[in-house]
């Protein structure tokens, strides 16, 4: 009987298994400041799954071809180093998903606009200026 009592004790409170986190960081941090710095810094950013060097994801390697394509210069901003910053950056940018492609202070959009302004040879003269191709 111990044991059909034990077996029908309710689980444990979720909560209990959560993984603590540290608030104050948050608190004091900006992110939406941080992302506007870095896009106003930056001719064109790339905020990705992975890098330039390594993409994570088929989608933020379909952008690194196409900006490597045309000789781009550019930055890239892991969001999954940093959870405040993947979801703020779609705030920031209006958007949905990952990546998010700014050029000269503007998002253009997803992976799905690049392709299509590159297709379309309009991503050469968009990201053409001194500051923009290596």
């Known amino acids: 009987h ?6 029908l004790r309710k689980p444990a409170a979720p909560w209990r298994y959560v993984r603590s986190f540290s608030v104050s960081s948050s608190l004091n941090r900006d992110v939406l400041k941080e992302i506007e710095s870095t896009v106003k810094e930056n001719h064109c950013v790339v905020y990705m799954r992975g890098d330039r060097n390594g993409p994570l994801c088929k989608f ?3 952008v690194v071809d196409a900006l490597d394509a045309v000789g781009a210069n550019y930055t890239t901003i892991d969001v999954l180093q ?10 920031f940018a209006n958007w949905p998903s990952i990546p998010c ?3 000269n202070g503007e998002f253009v ?13 309009e991503l050469k003269n ?3 200026s001194k500051s923009a191709l290596e």
């Open 2 to 7: 111990m044991l059909v009592a034990r077996a």
């Open 60 to 62: 933020s390697a379909a």
């Open 82 to 91: 940093d959870d405040q910053v993947r979801n703020e950056v779609k705030t």
């Open 101 to 103: 492609i700014f050029i």
């Open 109 to 121: 959009g997803g992976c799905d606009m690049l392709l299509t302004y590159h297709m379309d040879g």
């Open 126 to 128: 968009m990201i053409q």
